[in-house]
């Protein structure tokens, strides 16, 4: 017969039993909360499928910024999340965001960006280092909102929304200027891009614009090339870009011979014939330089005097700078050859 109890020995059983289960219940909970790997790239991987994970490296609240509409124009918000959708993270997986025409790349050193190759979506979240990596905050500049708020009757065709998008995007890149800004003007681009292959020439311009300035990746000299030809059909700017990229494809820093002056000429003359002061501006030019073409003073003195009368203010002091070197032009002188184009 075993011998009974005291009242004791119950008592510190008791007190033996709980500290057991506190003791398994903290191991637990370490354990789910166990930092995975300080590597971003590899937490990420881990952190995109495993909902525990998430649970317990997220930050709460976590700061959510988004881009709303404010009356005809816009707004950058931030508010506190409590609740992250479970669904937005899982988007973290490469596969998944593939699964929905979307992409996930991993920027180092904390950043994740999320995006499809539209512009219509682009969610950055940022995450910090202390004892593990934590994620606290999304910035989500879809501007499909906004979009709707200013195209209530949805009359806008698809190629100028998303040339509209672009507009935004780029306007946003400029306005913010913070890190994000370079990820918004790849979004413009990604919108511009979508707007000229449904046949919008202003966004095939602004597309081939902003790849050449710098803010947005360079694409292929194929593709600027194909984009220009396109926009200066009806965008008589664009001609003028054109006329320039036969020339420098591009590298207006370097010094050379214009590579191809011929088809330079042909752009250039194009867009004066359809109505781009610069572009006079720029034929008289290269009649006075003798860059393109031969030299010819006269002729350069027609095209600034055509310039002129439409207004443009480089106009008139080239013409006097020509008329004190003692440059005349007669009738049989124009800015445009006879029998070209």
Known sequence: MKPAMN?????????????????????????????PTHDFAGFIKEFSTNPEMQRAFTASPVVQQTVEPKGPAYQVVSR???????????????????????????????????????????????????????????????????????????????????????????????EIQSPSSAQLYVSALNSYLDGAEQGSAEAAFAAAAISLSGQAPRLENTEILGLLID???????????????????????ETRACLNPEKSLDALVTAARSGAPSALIQLGSAYEVGAIVPNDLPRAMACYEEAEKGGHEAASSNVERLRKKGITVDTNTHCFKAGRF
């Open 7 to 35: 009242r004791n020995d119950r008592m510190r059983n008791s007190c033996f039993k709980w500290l057991i289960l506190l003791t398994l219940g903290m191991s637990s909970s370490a354990f789910a909360a166990q930092c």
């Open 80 to 174: 506190p999340l409590q609740v992250v959708d479970s669904s937005a993270l899982l988007l973290l997986a490469p596969e998944n965001a593939q699964k929905l025409g979307l992409s996930a790349t991993v920027q180092l050193p904390n950043q994740v960006y999320i995006r499809d190759n539209k512009g219509k979506i682009l969610k950055i979240l940022t995450f910090n280092h202390r004892n593990c990596w934590t994620l606290y905050h999304i910035e989500d500049w879809s501007l499909e909102k906004v979009l709707d708020a200013q195209d209530p009757s949805g009359k806008l065709s698809l190629a100028a929304r998303a040339f509209k998008r672009g507009e935004l995007f780029n306007q946003l890149g400029t």
């Open 231 to 253: 926009a200066s059909k009806s965008v008589p700017e664009a001609g003028v870009a054109l006329a320039d990229f036969y020339c420098n494809e591009g590298d207006s820093e």
